[in-house]
Structure formats: structure tokens, C-alpha cells
Nanobody, 124 residues
Framework: QVQLVESGGGLVQAGGSLRLSCAAS????????MSWFRQAPGKEREFVAA???????YYADSVKGRFDISRDIAKNTVYLQMNILKPEDTAVYYC??????????????????WGQGTQVTVSS
């Protein structure tokens, strides 16, 4: 069973940057599609970005061009580089691992493993 632990969240001003990390243990991330989701207060959890096991990159329209997902196989870690942050990016960010069909990669209901989340707050 894969355990995921996020870090790197915090408070940043609009226009700033943060890099989130997701360290995996109990298993290797190589066979999984690795994703980031986020959930703002009163809203549903939404897809942010994913890196498929075959090397494909997927982004929500709201973050395309600003966020960058990557994985370091040697460190068994996934990253989310977030640039030009906006107040509407404020949310708890969750790392996720998924081994199912690629067509469901944006669906939080299909995720196999979740991290505990890390808070990102962007001030205006």
C-alpha cells in the first residue's frame, strides 16, 4: 500500500510561487498515474494536474501555463511547481496515486491513494 505525504504549502502573495512535494513510501510511484487535486472551502475536490505512468502531462485549464507537475523516480517523489499564483488558487492540495484507465485520470472518485493534504493560501 502506497503512503503519500505532501509538504511545501504555505502563505504566499498573489504572483508568487510555491513548490509542493509528495513523498511516497510503501511502494514505488513508477506504475501509477500521479496527480494533484485541490479543494477549497465549500467546494468539491477538483483536478489540478497529472503525470501519467506513460509520461503524459495533463492540466486543468485554470492552471495551464502556470503549474508544472513532475516526478523524481530516484526520490519516489512527485512535485507541483506553482507559479503566478492567484487568490483563487487557495485550497488544500492533495497528492494522489491512481492505477486505472487513463480516461479517468481527472476523476477524484477513481483515486486509489490520497495524501493528507497541504494548505496553500494566496493573499491578494
Amino acid at each position: 500500500q502506497v503512503q503519500l505525504v505532501e509538504s511545501g504549502g504555505g502563505l504566499v502573495q498573489a504572483g508568487g510561487s510555491l513548490r509542493l512535494s509528495c513523498a511516497a513510501s510503501g511502494g514505488y510511484i513508477v506504475p501509477y498515474h500521479m496527480s494533484w487535486f485541490r479543494q477549497a472551502p465549500g467546494k468539491e475536490r477538483e483536478f489540478v494536474a497529472a503525470h501519467s505512468s506513460s509520461g503524459g502531462y495533463y492540466y486543468a485549464d485554470s492552471v495551464k501555463g502556470r503549474f508544472d507537475i513532475s516526478r523524481d523516480i530516484a526520490k519516489n517523489t512527485v512535485y507541483l511547481q506553482m507559479n503566478i499564483l492567484k487568490p483563487e488558487d487557495t485550497a488544500v492540495y492533495y497528492c494522489a496515486a491512481y492505477a486505472g484507465p487513463l480516461r479517468s485520470i481527472r476523476d477524484p472518485g477513481t483515486v486509489g491513494y490520497w495524501g493528507q493534504g497541504t494548505q496553500v493560501t494566496v493573499s491578494s
